[in-house]
């Protein structure tokens, strides 16, 4: 399996904390030099360790909004 390469261009905020110090994170992250899309995903203290997440375009992003 080729190694996934990302980049967090800006850290927009924490949305929740785990006892374990992991937290849930919307990022806007470049994913293998890609442009950049806005990202949901658990992710360790040192951000070496990530899980399962949702990536979302602009587009996207705006609907979600619309619709929340």
Not at 35 to 63: C, F, N, Q, V
Request: aromatic fraction near 8%.
């Amino acid at each position: 399996m080729s190694e996934i390469k990302y980049e967090i261009i800006e850290k927009l905020g924490i949305l929740s904390e785990s006892t374990k110090g992991w937290t849930k994170e919307l990022n806007l992250i470049s994913w293998n030099g890609s442009t950049p899309k806005y990202d949901i995903r658990d992710w360790s203290p040192d951000h070496e360790k990530m899980g399962k997440g949702i990536t979302l375009t602009d587009e996207e992003a705006k609907k979600l909004k619309e619709l929340l």
